[in-house]
């Protein structure tokens, strides 16, 4: 059968994905003041983490154009895409607009745009899954079904080393940023069925508050051993390693991958930021 996966760069895929002649990502652009980095293969994280850090202001994205996605559209087979959630970026948006455009032209032709309502590697596990059926034999209009029910279920949750960005942002008070900064207090977030981002709790201390997030998912988790875990660590290898071991000393996925975080996932949980999906 042939097919094409676009996704989006907010999706993180593991060394192996990234080969995969059926998958194309499409890039976003990161701006910081005056500097620009485009979020490709050519993308340095180390000098990206250190401008921005560097850097009162807060950083900013801009999602795919419809043209971007369009370009790619133009393909002998099914299309499906996959975008970072529709509350936190314009690219589900984009991706909806090629869609109607390249019907009015092409009415015949199958496209599914999923807006994942998470990012990072809940996208990535989004693209696994659309693989994995397709692998099975699925006709295109299964898939597009059986990938809304496996996204109803999926859980995406967070903990972030520093709150800064959020600050320069204007989302989190000068004040709350410094009180939690001193008292070292982390929130564990995660993100909501419609794609939005909420607090869970907090603890004082990045290695509670990663316990805490092994906690919660221990009790929220559907069917584990039919899942995968995908943990995403943006330049802290060491504790994605110790949020592994938590998480499977606890539960019994069937299967686990870790990566470092490519461009937008880097911004969004900044230095030492842990995302988990599953």
């Known amino acids: 059968m042939s097919y094409r996966i676009l996704v989006d760069s907010c999706t993180d895929l593991t060394k192996d994905m990234r080969k995969n002649e059926h998958l194309k990502i499409i890039p976003l652009t990161l701006r910081i003041e005056d500097r620009v980095f485009v979020d490709n293969e050519e993308f340095n994280q180390k000098e990206f983490l250190k401008v921005m850090n560097e850097n009162p202001t807060s950083p900013k994205s801009a999602c795919p154009s419809p043209q971007d996605y369009l370009n790619e559209f133009d393909f002998d087979g099914d ?9 936190l970026s314009g690219s589900n948006n984009s991706a909806e607009l090629a869609k109607r455009l390249y019907l009015e032209e092409h009415p015949n032709k199958n496209i599914a745009i999923f ?3 998470s990012a990072s590697v809940g996208q990535t596990l989004i693209t696994m899954k659309i693989e994995e059926l397709i692998a099975k034999g699925y006709e295109f209009d ?8 496996f996204r109803s279920e999926m859980n995406t949750k967070f903990v972030l080393e520093s709150l ?10 000068h004040l709350k940023a410094l009180v939690a900064n001193v008292l070292n207090i982390k929130p564990i977030m995660g993100g909501t069925p419609e794609g939005t981002i909420a607090k869970l709790e907090q603890a004082r201390g990045i290695k509670k508050a990663l316990i805490s997030m092994a906690n919660i998912i221990e009790k929220d988790i559907i069917k584990p051993k039919e899942r995968i875990l995908a943990i995403a660590h943006c330049n802290c290898y060491e504790r994605a390693l110790f949020i592994r ?3 499977l000393k606890r539960i ?7 990566v470092d975080t490519a461009g937008v996932s880097s911004m969004y949980a900044n230095e030492g930021g842990i995302i988990v999906a599953y």
């Open 252 to 258: 019994p996925f069937k299967d686990y991958f870790i």
């Open 142 to 149: 299964e898939v597009i079904l059986k990938i809304n029910a």
């Open 115 to 117: 807006d994942s309502r």
């Open 79 to 87: 299309i499906y895409v996959v975008t970072i959630s529709s509350a």
């Open 245 to 247: 071991d938590e998480i």
């Open 164 to 173: 800064d960005n959020l600050r320069k942002s204007g989302r989190l008070s």
